[in-house]
């Protein structure tokens, strides 16, 4: 098993150009979340998801959006990168909210 | 306001010695305490995990001890090596996951 996929690994963008940031599992959880890292700070929730078609708000939700129309995928999207948004994402999964999370690589993203 | 507070934010241990990271919570409602440990340029993983009808638990030089009426949590690493040097997370959940800032740890051979 894979477990959890994200891609790119790396990625730099141009202030105001908008990407995906994708992330896959193959475990079958219901439960996705995405996390921004930054020094000092440790994991902050972004988005997450209960289920296929329910998505909700984290703790910075602020210039991205998410969909879940299958259980496997969750794409982050940034819809005009912002230098503030420069971070390390990973996206988990779960199979419930209070279990396990088993976490992606990691996507390093510079906004210049 | 901070869910989950952790300290030290940095940790330097002779091998062979105790690490202990500590963390406090604020929501009672939290039912499950995972510590996470994260390598450089890796994704976090799961180290030991605690639910609140226990105090301790033990796996392997891996200890987690739970105080619920104080709400706070700790990892207790014995007979620390430098293959433990990484940061540590602690986290709370309830139906999302609130992480501490992280510890970094050293250990010095």
């Known amino acids: 098993n894979a477990g959890v996929t994200q891609t790119p690994k790396f990625q730099v963008l141009k202030t105001g150009q908008s990407m995906t940031l994708q992330c896959a599992q193959d475990?079958?959880?219901?439960?996705m979340s995405w996390y921004r890292q930054d020094p000092g700070m440790g994991l902050r929730l972004i988005h997450y998801s209960v289920g296929a078609g329910i998505t909700d708000q984290g703790e910075v939700p602020n210039g991205y959006n998410v969909s879940r129309s299958t259980t496997e995928d969750f794409p982050l999207r940034l819809l005009s990168a912002a230098p503030s948004q420069t971070s390390v994402y990973f996206c988990a999964s779960s199979y419930r909210g209070n279990t396990e999370a088993f976490f992606g690589q990691g996507t390093r993203l510079t906004v210049v | 306001q901070q869910q989950v507070k952790q300290s030290p934010q940095s940790l330097i241990v002779q091998k062979g010695g105790i690490s202990i990271i500590n963390c406090a919570y604020e929501?009672?409602?939290?039912?499950?305490f995972p510590w996470y440990q994260q390598f450089p340029g890796k994704g976090p993983a799961l180290l030991i995990a605690i639910r609140p009808d226990v105090s301790e638990k033990k796996e392997g030089r891996f200890t987690i001890s739970f105080n619920k009426s104080a709400k706070q949590f700790s990892l207790h690493i014995m007979d620390s090596q430098p293959g433990d040097s990484a940061t540590y997370f602690c986290?709370?959940?309830?139906?999302?996951?609130?992480f501490g800032t992280g510890t970094s740890l050293t250990v010095i051979p």
């Open positions: 475990m079958n959880h219901e439960y």
């Open positions: 929501n009672t409602a939290f039912d499950y």
């Open positions: 986290a709370a959940t309830g139906n999302q996951f609130y």
